[in-house]
C-alpha cells in the first residue's frame, strides 16, 4: 500500500467579510466552503463523549498515507491516517480554543503527490463548537449512575460460593505466599442483556496487595461463554458500564480510593483482554 507524508497546517489569519458561517447538528460542527483553494474541500469535527476528531473530505490523499497536521504560530502536531477507516485528525483543547478563537484557517500541502491549499472562515465556529461540546460530555458514575452498575456493600452468599469456586487458582497461588488469604466480599452484578459480573475482593495480605491489603478480582459471564476472570486491580472502586462497549464486552470503570475526587479509569477490551483506555476527571 502506498504511503505519503505531508504537513497540513492551520494558519489563522482575516477572511472576507461575506465569508459564511459554521452550521451545527447535535454531534459536528462543519465548516463552510472554501473561500480560497478547492471550493469542493471541506472539512467537519464530530464529538463523541468528549473525544474530538476532524474530518476533512475533498482533500486529494491517497489511501493509507500518513499526515503530520500543526497550527502555525502555536505548533500544535496531531496524528492523521487517511485511507479506508480513517480516524480522522483528533483534536485536543488548545487546537479547539485556536479554532473558536480564530477568524480563518488555511489547510495547505506541498506534497507532490497531494497538493492542495484551501482556505475556510472561521466565522461562526465558536458558537457551532460552543453548541456541539453542550451535548458532549463524557458520560461518568457521577453524572450518569443510572449507567453505571457497581457492586452493593457485603455479600451474598451465591456470589461467595461462586468466588470460591471460580478463583481457586487465585486463591491457590496466593496462599502460597499468605494462608490468611480468602474470599473478603463478593456480589454479582447483573446487567439485565445476559452480562453478569462477578466483583470479589481477595486478602487480606500487605505482602500481596501492598497497603489496601486486598485485591479486586472481576470475573465475567456473557450470553454466549460462562465465567472468565477478566480483570484484577488493587485500591479502587469498580464501575460496569451497562452501555459502553468494546470488541463486545461491557468498559469497565475504575476509581481510586485515595486522594479527594480522584478521576475515573475507562478499561476496555481488546478482544483477549482488558486494557487501560483513558483517564476522565470527575
Not at 95 to 117: C, H, M, N, Q, Y
Not at 252 to 278: C, K, V
Amino acid at each position: 500500500m502506498p504511503r505519503f507524508i505531508f504537513a497540513v497546517a492551520l494558519t489563522l489569519f482575516a477572511f472576507p467579510a461575506f465569508a459564511q458561517s459554521w452550521t451545527h447538528s447535535a454531534d459536528r460542527a462543519v465548516a463552510p466552503p472554501a473561500t480560497a483553494g478547492d471550493p469542493s474541500s471541506g472539512f467537519e469535527i464530530v464529538c463523541f463523549q468528549g473525544e474530538w476528531i476532524l474530518y476533512p473530505f475533498g482533500l486529494p490523499t491517497a489511501e493509507g498515507s500518513a499526515a503530520t497536521t500543526t497550527i502555525d504560530d502555536d505548533a500544535f502536531p496531531v496524528q492523521i491516517i487517511f485511507g479506508n477507516g480513517s480516524d480522522g485528525i483528533a483534536l485536543d483543547s488548545a487546537i479547539l480554543k485556536a479554532l473558536k478563537a480564530g477568524s480563518a484557517v488555511r489547510i495547505s500541502s506541498t506534497e507532490p503527490s497531494s497538493r492542495f491549499d484551501s482556505t475556510f472562515g472561521l466565522r461562526g465556529s465558536s458558537r457551532a463548537l460552543n453548541a456541539v461540546e453542550e451535548g458532549c460530555a463524557v458520560p461518568t458514575p457521577a453524572t450518569k449512575p443510572e449507567r453505571f452498575a457497581s457492586a452493593p456493600q457485603g455479600s451474598t452468599s451465591e456470589a461467595i460460593t461462586l468466588a470460591s469456586a471460580l478463583l481457586r487458582p487465585v486463591l491457590t497461588d496466593a496462599q502460597r505466599i499468605d494462608p490468611k488469604v480468602g474470599i473478603e466480599t463478593a456480589n454479582i452484578i447483573d446487567l439485565g442483556n445476559g452480562w453478569q459480573f462477578l466483583i470479589a475482593d481477595v486478602g487480606p495480605s500487605i505482602a500481596l496487595y501492598g497497603a489496601d491489603a486486598v485485591a479486586t478480582v472481576l470475573s465475567a459471564k456473557s450470553p454466549s461463554k460462562d465465567w472468565q476472570i477478566v480483570a484484577q486491580q488493587t485500591g479502587v472502586a469498580v464501575y460496569i458500564d451497562s452501555q459502553g462497549t468494546s470488541t463486545g464486552y461491557p468498559d469497565i470503570w475504575y476509581q481510586s480510593l485515595r486522594g479527594a475526587n480522584p478521576p475515573y479509569a475507562q478499561w476496555q477490551w481488546n478482544g483477549s483482554q482488558y486494557e487501560f483506555s483513558r483517564t476522565v476527571p470527575n
